[in-house]
């Protein structure tokens, strides 16, 4: 019997490739480096074979998406900043039989959702990033989830996260599961970006308090309180991808009756005026 072992809500900025690159960010991402490679450690002692990452970069418009490949190979370069995120290689092992099973339970419990075997189907750098780093810890068997989503509901990807909780207890598959995207997601606007050192900053303070109280309530394990709250946060703190990853994430865990008490190992930090860290859920 298969179970999740380790979950993780990730950070997954481009800074964190810059960081180890000369240049004006030399060294400015190590904490959220360090905080990767610290989730791998303990994915890896607690026997993680495979990992599933909700991806908010990766963009769907009907249905819900898995790319359940057999093997991830390539050199990826990002349509979206190709001055921070260029040639990267990658090569990871696919799970294909644990990303159907989970298209498969979501389907059957009425959220329509496809798997999909396609070389020519690119991971994004929401799925790609954690893995370059996570990987250096631990090799893992890698099912990547569409997490932005721009017609669907906080509920249908509750029932997502089910799907996978469910496929999972049904596999052999040991897993860490992995929500990639930040709190807050306001960029800079284009103009004000240089003026207001947008590397190393937030747009909104108004965000970034609502974001702490937002650590806060999960390191008070206060989850039931969170979820409430959580179609406001997304929508006007301008959660990544709505934040659909952050509710599959829960439903895998149990949604309001998750209670664990949540571990931040990459302290808070803005990044292009989103807020962005690293907190592990405990897995009961």
């Known amino acids: 019997m298969g179970e999740i072992v380790l979950a993780a809500k990730c950070t997954h900025v481009p800074t964190m490739l810059m960081s180890e690159q000369d240049g004006p960010v030399k060294g400015k991402r190590q904490a959220a480096i360090d905080g990767h490679l610290e989730i791998a450690r303990r994915a890896k002692a607690l026997g993680a074979d495979t990992v599933v990452i909700c991806d908010t970069h990766w963009v769907i418009n009907a249905g819900f998406h898995i790319n359940a490949n057999h093997r991830f190979r ?20 696919g799970n294909p039989a644990l990303g159907d099973a ?52 906080h509920d249908e990807s509750r029932v997502v996260g089910e799907a996978i909780r469910t496929a999972v207890e049904a596999s052999d598959s040991k897993v860490l599961l992995i929500a990639s995207g930040s709190l807050s997601h306001k960029i800079w606007p284009n103009r004000d970006y240089a003026a207001n050192n947008g590397t190393f900053t937030i747009s909104s303070e108004f965000n ?19 979820l409430k709250m959580l179609p406001d946060y997304a929508q006007f703190c ?14 895998a865990l149990g949604w309001d009756r998750y ?18 860290t690293n907190v592990i859920f405990p897995v009961n």
């Open 74 to 93: 390539g050199l990826f370069t990002s349509n979206e900043f190709p001055q921070f995120i260029q040639n990267m290689p990658f090569d990871h092992e």
């Open 102 to 153: 989970i298209a498969k339970a979501a389907t059957e419990a009425g959220v329509y959702t496809l798997a999909h075997h396609l070389d020519t189907l690119e991971c994004e750098y929401g799925t790609l990033v954690p893995l370059h780093f996570m990987g250096r810890a631990h090799k893992m068997k890698v099912v990547s989830i569409a997490a932005w989503c721009t017609v669907h509901s």
């Open 208 to 226: 970034r308090q609502v974001d702490l109280h937002v650590l806060d309530m999960w390191q008070r394990g206060d989850h039931a309180t969170f």
């Open 238 to 251: 301008c959660g990544e991808g709505s934040m659909h990853d952050t509710a599959m994430l829960y439903g």
């Open 259 to 276: 209670t664990a008490k949540c571990e931040v190992v990459t302290p808070y930090f803005p990044s292009s005026g989103t807020g962005q």
